[in-house]
């Protein structure tokens, strides 16, 4: 995997640091297993955790439907943040050169090109 800035490069800290969302990660092993972890040990933990992410969703659903805003700002291809509201949006992005707001795939602000 590639290393991101400012992360240590798992997989959580990517998607905390591109989108600026909480991320949790289920430990799958036990803390004390050596590496490589040993084939026969996947299926009974595979077994005692598959329904957690499940859980997790059905409990927290309308916490993570909240928790995504339509207005999204990007500077060039990289997500900045996101907003509930079209201002809010175009305040922030007015803070960076070459960005854009939004929504639904569709462009709705563009930083002014000089």
Avoid: C, H
Wanted: cysteine-free; charged content about 25%; proline content about 5%.
């Amino acid at each position: 995997m590639e290393k991101i800035d400012g992360t240590n490069g798992t997989t959580v800290d990517y998607v905390s640091e591109t989108f600026k969302k909480v991320a949790i990660t289920i430990e799958t092993m036990p803390y004390n297993a050596t590496f490589p972890v040993k084939r026969s040990l996947v299926p009974d933990v595979y077994n005692k955790i598959k329904t957690v992410p499940l859980a997790v969703a059905v409990k927290m659903q309308s916490v993570v439907q909240s928790n995504f805003y339509p207005y999204k700002v990007y500077q060039g291809k990289r997500f900045l943040n996101d907003f509930r509201l079209e201002k809010d949006a175009i305040a922030y992005a007015k803070n960076y050169a070459n960005s854009y707001v939004k929504i639904n795939d569709k462009v709705v602000w563009e930083f002014p090109k000089k």
